[in-house]
Nanobody, 119 residues
């Protein structure tokens, strides 16, 4: 069994910064691609950023240049540094990861952390 836990969400004024963390624990042999998603009220869940095990990253256009995804493969952690936040960044942010244990690779999700950006 694997658990994914996000932290670091909160309330911030527009232009401010937050750093989200995602911790993976449990029966883990390796973690492949890790991702941050977000879901705003009334909208579909959106892929925000992706990072491979080798450190290659991709971002949705709306956060390019403002958000930075990173990971610590030793600690099984992933981070999202969010700068120059805008009210439209308000959402519940979720992490997920392709986790390999002895038998197979499975996608696991965290429970989400709320980010609220006021204007």
């Amino acid at each position: 069994q694997v658990q994914m836990v996000e932290s670091g969400g909160g309330w911030v004024q527009a232009g401010g910064s937050l750093r989200l963390s995602c911790a993976a624990s449990g029966r883990i042999l390796a973690i492949k691609t890790m991702r941050w998603y977000r879901q705003a009220p009334g909208k579909e869940r959106e892929l925000v950023a992706t990072i491979t095990s080798g450190g290659s990253t991709n971002y949705v256009d709306s956060v390019q240049g403002r958000f930075t995804i990173s990971r610590d493969n030793v600690k099984n952690m992933m981070y999202l540094q969010m700068n120059s936040l805008k009210p439209e960044d308000t959402a519940v942010y979720y992490c997920n990861a392709d986790v390999t244990n002895i038998r197979r690779t499975t996608l696991y999700w965290g429970q989400g952390t709320q980010v609220t950006v006021s204007s």
